[in-house]
């Protein structure tokens, strides 16, 4: 009898557990939302979902063949594909020109592809590999953001530059495939969690398989951890301070323009969440979209290169807002806790009185401005005039030391 009630006891136990981890999706936008599901188990299903982004500038002719885009010491960046020399270029979101221009040193561009920022390094994947599939020579190229000298055209020295040398641990066969035949193509890449993760652009089904590798210098196997049926060509990724990731691609036969958003995953099983496809119309009207990278407040930044010698290349934003929780939205008062540079920003800039903000930034600093939608309201240096009054509201800033590479967002309101 003592067995029995022990047993019985156990079974509630295990039933209660059960209940407190019902897994199931649990995004309230979905069309299978479970309200008693505590556990995401990426079943989330969604309505067909599309955004057009808006132009918000031709680039400069000398980025005709843009790819890769990042965010990186408050400024956006990109650079050329195969194309290219061995440079980055920082560009002004607002006229899509040229502002500086960085040479590596000792190192060449094969076919480079996608570009990543963890904070402090930049990350240059040169794995481009659709001629034929059989690169023996695959490459990511780490630099520190500190190593970019003053100036508008600057050579960062080949000492600076770390090599991080990688093959895929199951290719097995280096025969030539032809072009466009391959499921070991990459074009894009982020940087999360002290490792480089790849998502492939598998030509052969139109799915991406999800690799790693560390970023230290050095030799690898990059490991193949998940796969995705993505519909789609992936030829671009970023990820958010808040680990919402945004995947670009098209799907070739259709010309089809996509993003999807990845969230709610678990540790760095970026498939195992919420898995949210959002369609943005054809190549004919956005031309093949190549580079990504995310803001803060879910607002970014798409390009393209120049499509069928009809379209330019050009600079796009859009803002995914709507589509995520608040909780991976920015909320708190710095976003940076416990760091000097905010902290001493945060104590010493009037940001009820915007007016006020371009004379109270230190100098070398430059700040950037958005509303609660994500647009972009004002961008300017250190001693420029903020130029108008806001309406009451929730606004975001972004204050940038550009030498250091330094930079913080806050969240304040307007009355």
């Given at each position: ?16 557990i ?6 199931g ?10 309200a ?13 979902t ?18 890769g ?16 020399a061995p440079?980055?270029y920082q ?18 561009s ?13 990350y ?6 659709n001629a ?7 490459i990511i190229?780490k630099?520190?953001l ?10 960062v ?28 193509d990459?074009?894009a ?62 799907r ?7 993003m ?13 969440g ?18 990504i990278c ?7 930044y798409?390009?393209n ?5 009809l379209?330019?290349?050009r ?28 902290d ?11 007016l ?6 230190p ?7 958005w ?9 300017g ?8 009054q ?6 975001y ?10 930079n913080?967002t ?5 009355y």
């Amino acid at each position: 009898m003592r067995l029995s009630l022990c047993v019985i006891f156990f079974s509630v136990f295990l039933f209660q557990i059960s209940l407190s981890a019902q897994a199931g999706c649990t995004d309230p936008q979905a069309a299978n939302f479970n309200a008693g599901a505590t556990v995401n188990d990426g079943s989330c299903i969604y309505q067909p979902t599309s955004l057009t982004p808006q132009i918000k500038t031709p680039v400069s002719t000398l980025l005709n063949e843009t790819s890769g885009l990042v965010m990186a010491g408050g400024t956006l960046w990109t650079h050329n594909d195969s194309e290219g020399a061995p440079k980055i270029y920082q560009i002004d979101t607002l006229s899509g020109q040229i502002l500086r221009t960085v040479t590596l040193g000792g190192i060449t561009s094969v076919d480079w592809e996608d570009l990543a920022f963890d904070g402090t390094h930049f990350y240059v994947g040169d794995f481009g590999n659709n001629a034929n599939g059989n690169r023996d020579d695959l490459i990511i190229y780490k630099f520190p953001l500190s190593a970019i000298p003053a100036g508008d055209n600057a050579f960062v020295p080949a000492s600076a530059v770390e090599w991080i040398q990688f093959s895929y641990e199951d290719q097995v066969d280096f025969m030539p495939q032809g072009a466009n035949n391959t499921r070991f193509d990459c074009e894009a890449m982020i940087v999360r969690g002290g490792q480089i993760h790849l998502f492939t652009k598998n030509w052969l089904d139109n799915s991406t398989a999800l690799y790693t590798l560390p970023t230290a210098e050095g030799i690898y196997e990059a490991k193949k951890s998940e796969t995705f049926f993505s519909d789609g060509l992936i030829t671009g990724a970023d990820v958010s301070a808040t680990g919402v990731i945004v995947l670009c691609g098209y799907r070739l036969n259709s010309g089809q323009c996509f993003m999807w958003l990845l969230f709610d995953y678990t540790g760095d099983a970026f498939f195992s969440g919420n898995k949210r496809r959002i369609e943005l119309g054809t190549v004919l009207a956005s031309g093949q979209v190549e580079g990504i990278c995310l803001r803060e407040n879910g607002y970014g930044y798409l390009s393209n290169e120049r499509t069928l010698n009809l379209i330019p290349a050009r600079l796009y934003t859009f803002s995914i807002g709507q589509w995520l929780p608040a909780r991976l939205l920015p909320t708190s008062d710095p976003v940076k806790k416990n760091d000097t540079f905010c902290d001493n920003l945060y104590k010493s800039l009037n940001f009820n009185n915007l007016l006020m903000l371009g004379g109270q930034l230190p100098a070398g600093a430059r700040c950037t401005v958005w509303d609660a939608q994500g647009k972009i309201i004002w961008q300017g240096n250190a001693g420029e005039a903020f130029p108008r009054q806001l309406s009451p509201g929730a606004y975001y800033a972004q204050v940038s030391a550009l030498k250091t590479g330094q930079n913080c967002t806050f969240r304040f309101l307007q009355y």
